[in-house]
């Protein structure tokens, strides 16, 4: 109860926590498989200039060519502190079920883009990869 009203706060004062919706816990212990996986990491950085870069940017800065327009603003991955702030399973959650109130589509099994586990795990290796800072 504690934990939702901070993230409705937050949401008020911020608009911001509406676009990372939280993990279940079951998703929250994965941990990539993939992790510093040189073959991953390019598959990932395909599939990524594929699904992500239109919106996310090739420097993962949020500033794609479809962003201009989306409300809320497009997550930027390589602000500092993003990505090491989230666990693995926080990103894979997102990716394959998408966050509601925002343009981010679900891209796991059974949806438009049907990405599997691999292909998923594969992404957030090439984004860990290029924008953590």
Known sequence: MKRTLIMSVVTLVSGVALAIPD??????????????????????????????????????????????????????????????????????WIIEQGSPKTDMDSFGPGTNYNHSADDIWAMIAYMRSKFTK
């Open 23 to 92: 993990a279940p816990a079951d998703y929250l212990a994965k941990k990539n498989p993939v992790d510093g996986n040189k073959e991953a990491i390019a598959k990932g950085a395909k599939l990524y200039e594929k699904r992500c870069q239109k919106c996310h940017g090739e420097k993962g800065d949020g500033q794609g060519k479809s962003a201009k327009d989306l409300n809320p603003e497009v997550t930027a991955f390589n602000k500092p502190g993003y990505l090491k702030g989230r666990k693995d399973g926080q990103l894979y």
